[in-house]
């Protein structure tokens, strides 16, 4: 029974039973499977590349790759169960990067230009969510439109330079550790652990998932569809602002051209690999952030066994058409 | 697929012969050591309570369930349908209680799916294609009611039901399977059916029909097989069972009397509806008081669906105001019209009432978040009590409040929305096609909750196309024809023949 809720994504509420089950339930079906697949990654680069591979350094190393990726996903994700699709996120990372470097130059206050950075991200998903619910515009092509907006207001206000950052509280950020720790993982963890809460343990979640499960119904049963939907756009651009501040402090600059490398892509791809179905009404947190660990690996093994920068490009495309062939003949077999 | 010691046809087999089926669905046994036949030109009445298993059968039979034992043959041979599509072949259709259409694809297009022939080798032959929809819809004297060009999504329930009828026949089937086709026809639509299914079995059809009306099986059937908890407990002449018997066979009890229940007198006036106008409705006016049940009736189109649209703020006014209590209510949504306290069951209760992908627990408890929180919270515990009262309160057959909601059977997916209504306790809910798909044990137990609802002080508008429904349960019931109110008859004035002369005489 509730192996079954698990297999169509939507986790069934806590308090059900005792510990163990729902760790189980936690985990999923779905979820176990792509444990699976992380394992085989890993036995894979592992045994080919065992010297490095399992160094900490290079563990860090993937840790460090994933988590502006893993900011970005877990987003996409809370996007796509909506019903939606976000496109413009690695846009805004870019927007962002630039906003915040700006933001140091005018006030030299690392808080209130990262606040910057954040709020310019949440504008700007807030203008894709007007254009997507007030517009009744489709959600691809409103985000695909934007992306290329968006992208050129960072050029535009960067007068497309490089603007670099001169701010210790950034280089800690980027390379610095708290506990132990690198703060760019402490960073992606609360984030995640904000999301997994969001989405499992409060009504706006349950609702999210409603709404898209089917609009009609959700609206019908009294639930505000396009105050949600609004909300959900907003936390995906504040989700890519903050996603730029991890950026701007790794790279010590704000760049309108950052965020341009298939951010978007990548971020689908990890949720859908979670099990997101592009229907909307399916997916978790915890599946979108296997997915993100898998595309970490994958990016990291490609890169120790020395696979050329274009065919890895192939591959991360290929990954997106695999997940979502999967997740069909899943959608079919469940139907 | 069909076994070579099987290939000569034995003379006299059946059209089709089910031997000892058996399926099981984790742990409900669905079917269990089924077997049946129907002869070519017989119609074959399945009857049983909601869950017993009928649509299921019918899923086994076309093949997009396999059977765990058992065997399906046709003409005496065996086959194995490993998809409709096979089946279609083999000239076996099944009709589907909930019938799926590509709602961007035309009517026409709809219809010949699979048989969409080219022009000038690329294009589609939209001549041809409005030739062959033409004559079809003719066949069923539709040809005025329905555009071949319309998009099929625009078309209302009844109209879906008609096309996916159309759409089987158009590809000459020897085994028809209709699983519960009426339930969203109007009795004039039912009878046009009727015909065509007649005139198929004057023409040597096979044809199994599933429905929970008693009297459409009488009009209909040459035999009844009735299945209860996944058992055939009886198939027999039509003759031989009369109407009782049927229902103690279905459910294992005697039934007796379905409307009762002391009526009270009305109390104040509850929902004060004036001059509603928009696209579809034409000065509609009327009011329901605490404790009265008042009926919508009227053909299929006449607007019913249309008036609790309207004031369970779905669809927009043009003129008009709803107030609830004496207050005025501002309706931007349906979340108003829920805070003021009414609820709303649509009929359509796959695209408009139900999360398919989500579990019982989730879909009864949607519209309660203020019951299931706290502080945004959830509580879990919380959603789960609120769930379990309404699954044993209306006996939705489940192994599990997290039941995935489309796994469950047509009327206990009725509930379900019921449920959701009943937790959420509006003083006024408007019930659209409430029992549609419902078996009559479950249908009693829904009136009778519907009595106690009304002793409460709820006001209850019910919107049925079932007349024998809306007479026995209604204290009053209005009329409507072509977007307006045309009468407001009392319990005592109504009856079938002035209703159905009333929501005529408006028609162009
Ligand atoms: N895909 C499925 N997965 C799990 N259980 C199923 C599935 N399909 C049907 N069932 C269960 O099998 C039983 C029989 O269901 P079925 O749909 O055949 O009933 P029915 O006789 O057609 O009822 P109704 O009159 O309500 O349409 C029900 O308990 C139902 O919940
Ligand atoms: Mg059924």
Redesign the pocket.
Known sequence: MSSEADEIGLPALPGRSGAVSRLMQAAGTHNLSLLLALAVLVAIFGGMRPDVFFLARNIENIGQGIAILGVLATAQTIVIISGGLDISVGAVVGLSTVCIALGVEWTNSPTLAILFGIAVGAAAGLANSLIITVGGVNAVIATLGTMAAFRGVAFIVSDGQSISIFNPVFRMIGAGRLLGLQITIEVLLLVVAAFYVLMRYTIVGRNIYAIGGNPVVARLAGLNVRGYQVGVYILSGAAAGLAGMLLAARTGSGQPISGSDGLELQAITAAVLGGCALTGGKGTIVGGLLGVLILGVLNNGMILTSVPTFYQMVARGALLIAAVLVAEQQARRYG | MSDPADLAAPAGAPLLALRNIAKR??V?Q??SGVTLELRAGEVLALV??????????M?ILEGA?QPDEGEVLIDGRRHAFRSPSHAHAAGVRVIH?EPDIAPDLSVAENMFIGDLRPAAGIFLDRRDLLRRTHALLKRFRLEHVISPWAPAGTLGAAHRQILEIMRALRSGVRILSL??PTSSLTEEESQRLFAIVRQMRAEGVGIIY?S?RMHEVRALADSIAV?RD?HLVAQRPAGELDDAAVLQLMVGRPITNLFQGARRAPGEVLLDVRGLCNTRLRDVSFTLRAGEVVGLGGLVGAGRTEVARAVFGADRLSAGEVRMAGRRLVLRSPADAIAAGIGLAPEDRKGQALLLLASVQDNIVLSVPQLISRLGLLRGGAARDIAQQQVRRLRI???GIA?IV????????QKVVLGRWLARQPRVLILDEPTR???VGAKAEIYRLIGDLVAQGMGVLVISSEMPELLGLCDRILVMAAGRIVADLDRASANEQRILDLAMQEQP
Do not use: Y
């Not at chain 2, 049983?48 to 059968?57: H, I």
């Open positions: 669905f984790g409900v669905a079917l049983g309570e909601n869950g017993a298993g009928k649509s299921t059968l899923r369930h209680q699983d519960e599933i929970h299945l996944g057959r489940t192994p039941q489309s796994k469950l059977s047509g009327g206990n997916q798909g419902i078996d």
